[in-house]
């Protein structure tokens, strides 16, 4: 059996639960996400499969 673990499903599920406990922390997690999501995008992910 082979099991794949992409990391997409699991940072969404830490965020879920991370805003869920303390609701302050939606601006910073969104902000983060968009930040990371753009640097990606303008450099590349290279060798990294994020799905």
Known sequence: MNMTLSIAPLVALIAGILILAVPRLLNYIVAIYLIVIGL????????????
């Open 40 to 51: 990606l995008g303008l450099f590349g992910a290279g060798g990294l499969n994020i799905r």
